[in-house]
């Protein structure tokens, strides 16, 4: 290009020295050699400043040791969402359902309570009209199977077979006092399994609570001829072993109203036995705050 | 003739009116409970249940109000008191309550025989477009309902 016709200044022309080239070369890459190397260390410097731990809080055992230095982790601490879930432990079935937090009502709107008449008092008088009961007087674990006692649809059912007929995810059962004139426990036990398995045919997924039979007052206890709260004692320890072979839950209710010796306080049943409403009431907020699912 | 025709259209007027008078004058159904559950003799204790419960109870599930109270089971005691729309509303629900007592007849007779006794003196009765239903060991419960209910 003519740069002189145009009135500007000739580009000034690199030395093509062969030498002077490859030494050029030789620094170039010197050059890029130690940015690659800074910078390499850099980055190591700056990993290894984040990955460095706090030191453990002192341990209660001896608050005044200091805390222990950690070595610093080669990974940051992962969130709480992401940490790996707690081994499986075994739920205690022959164990009673531990408290927890308290569900509302709604809670039994899926639940049917199977038993005789304190289950019947129960029931009417918290007004837990939302929960499904099959309870009858005089209700126990045979004639559960046998006698016609629930009016469903105009028709009269037994227990059992109204129950095949109703969408329930938990079944409360309460029997046994009527029982307590037995002469053979095994055979009381015997029938109670046969209705957790005829429950758990109808309804394999359901939670199936047995309450143990909650103690009558001393004064019935001692003067009934049948109904004795050592008798209720034995049947309910049974009880909480059907539950671990059963593997349904136990619920020891009678916690809820019983005085410190085990019976029934006077005041809480006109008889001895049903209780009036200020304890069916505890009866209910126990049931509320044991419960599994 | 005419004055017969028109006597008997003025007493057929005014039996009407009193019938229909009857059925429409109001009744405090909680206070006529609450006046039962305080003068009578009851061995068990009663506490009211909510109108829901009530009518599941009865199954009467058209009341206009209804007031119930319960035992604790150990006894067939019972006080109840129902609303209706109107006297035939009333008369069913009367079947109902007589179908409630019968019931506990049955169950308390194999159960606690001595409170089948008491529900064979229950006080189950229709006043206009209210049901009443009384079951306690006191026998005051009919005269009581009537002087209320009049």
């Given at each position: 290009?003519?740069?002189?016709?145009?009135?500007?200044?000739?580009?000034?022309r690199r030395n093509l020295n062969p030498r002077k080239r490859r030494i050029?070369?030789?620094?170039?890459?010197?050059?890029?050699?130690?940015?690659?190397?800074?910078?390499?260390?850099?980055?190591?410097?700056?990993?290894?400043?984040?990955?460095?731990?706090?030191?453990?809080?002192?341990?209660?055992?001896?608050?005044?040791?200091?805390?222990?230095?950690?070595?610093?982790?080669?990974?940051?601490?992962?969130?709480?969402?992401?940490?790996?879930?707690?081994?499986?432990?075994?739920?205690?079935?022959?164990?009673?359902?531990?408290?927890?937090?308290?569900?509302?009502?709604?809670?039994?709107?899926?639940?049917?309570?199977?038993?005789?008449?304190?289950?019947?008092?129960?029931?009417?008088?918290?007004?837990?009209?939302?929960?499904?009961?099959?309870?009858?007087?005089?209700?126990?674990?045979?004639?559960?199977?046998?006698?016609?006692?629930?009016?469903?649809?105009?028709?009269?059912?037994?227990?059992?077979?109204?129950?095949?007929?109703?969408?329930?995810?938990?079944?409360?059962?309460?029997?046994?006092?009527?029982?307590?004139?037995?002469?053979?426990?095994?055979?009381?036990?015997?029938?109670?399994?046969?209705?957790?398995?005829?429950?758990?045919?109808?309804?394999?997924?359901?939670?199936?609570?047995?309450?143990?039979?909650?103690?009558?007052?001393?004064?019935?206890?001692?003067?009934?001829?049948?109904?004795?709260?050592?008798?209720?004692?034995?049947?309910?320890?049974?009880?909480?072993?059907?539950?671990?072979?059963?593997?349904?839950?136990?619920?020891?209710?009678s916690a809820a109203v019983v005085s410190e010796d085990g019976s029934l306080?006077?005041?809480?049943?006109?008889?001895?036995?049903?209780?009036?409403?200020?304890?069916?009431?505890?009866?209910?907020?126990?049931?509320?705050?044991?419960?599994?699912? | 003739?005419?004055?017969?025709?028109?006597?008997?259209?003025?007493?057929?007027?005014?039996?009407?009116?009193?019938?229909?008078?009857?059925?429409?004058?109001?009744?405090?159904?909680?206070?006529?409970?609450?006046?039962?559950?305080?003068?009578?003799?009851?061995?068990?204790?009663?506490?009211?249940?909510?109108?829901?419960?009530?009518?599941?109870?009865?199954?009467?599930?058209?009341?206009?109000?209804?007031?119930?109270?319960?035992?604790?089971?150990?006894?067939?005691?019972?006080?109840?008191?129902?609303?209706?729309?109107?006297?035939?509303?009333?008369?069913?629900?009367?079947?109902?309550?007589?179908?409630?007592?019968?019931?506990?007849?049955?169950?308390?007779?194999?159960?606690?025989?001595?409170?089948?006794?008491?529900?064979?003196?229950?006080?189950?009765?229709?006043?206009?477009?209210?049901?009443?239903?009384?079951?306690?060991?006191?026998?005051?419960?009919?005269?009581?309902?009537?002087?209320?209910?009049?």
């Amino acid at each position: 290009m003519q740069y002189y016709r145009m009135g500007l200044a000739a580009p000034k022309r690199r030395n093509l020295n062969p030498r002077k080239r490859r030494i050029r070369r030789r620094r170039l890459c010197l050059l890029l050699a130690a940015v690659l190397l800074f910078s390499a260390a850099l980055g190591i410097a700056s990993a290894c400043a984040q990955s460095g731990r706090e030191p453990a809080p002192p341990s209660a055992a001896d608050p005044e040791q200091p805390p222990a230095a950690d070595p610093p982790s080669r990974e940051p601490p992962r969130p709480p969402e992401d940490r790996l879930p707690e081994p499986d432990v075994p739920y205690l079935y022959s164990e009673p359902v531990p408290v927890s937090e308290a569900v509302g009502l709604s809670y039994f709107d899926d639940a049917v309570f199977i038993g005789d008449s304190r289950t019947e008092g129960l029931l009417l008088n918290t007004g837990l009209t939302n929960a499904t009961g099959y309870v009858h007087k005089g209700l126990m674990v045979d004639t559960v199977f046998t006698k016609k006692v629930i009016n469903k649809n105009g028709r009269k059912l037994s227990v059992i077979d109204a129950l095949r007929e109703t969408d329930f995810a938990k079944v409360y059962l309460m029997l046994g006092i009527n029982e307590t004139g037995w002469p053979y426990s095994s055979v009381f036990i015997e029938k109670y399994g046969e209705i957790i398995d005829t429950v758990r045919e109808i309804n394999p997924e359901a939670v199936i609570y047995i309450q143990e039979i909650i103690p009558v007052s001393e004064k019935v206890s001692s003067t009934h001829s049948y109904v004795k709260n050592d008798k209720i004692a034995e049947r309910n320890g049974l009880l909480a072993n059907l539950a671990a072979e059963k593997q349904v839950y136990y619920i020891d209710v009678s916690a809820a109203v019983v005085s410190e010796d085990g019976s029934l306080p006077e005041d809480a049943a006109t008889d001895g036995i049903h209780l009036k409403k200020e304890y069916c009431q505890k009866w209910l907020d126990y049931l509320k705050t044991h419960t599994v699912m | 003739m005419r004055k017969l025709a028109i006597l008997i259209a003025s007493v057929l007027c005014v039996m009407i009116a009193s019938g229909c008078a009857a059925e429409t004058e109001q009744v405090d159904i909680k206070e006529l409970a609450e006046t039962l559950r305080e003068t009578l003799r009851f061995e068990d204790e009663l506490t009211p249940v909510d109108e829901k419960t009530a009518g599941a109870l009865y199954q009467i599930d058209d009341a206009v109000r209804s007031c119930v109270y319960i035992s604790s089971g150990a006894t067939a005691e019972e006080i109840a008191a129902f609303e209706l729309k109107d006297g035939g509303a009333a008369e069913k629900a009367l079947e109902k309550a007589q179908g409630r007592i019968a019931e506990q007849r049955e169950n308390f007779a194999l159960y606690i025989p001595e409170e089948a006794d008491r529900l064979e003196r229950a006080v189950v009765e229709r006043f206009g477009r209210y049901v009443v239903v009384c079951v306690s060991a006191d026998g005051a419960a009919g005269e009581i309902i009537s002087d209320f209910m009049e």
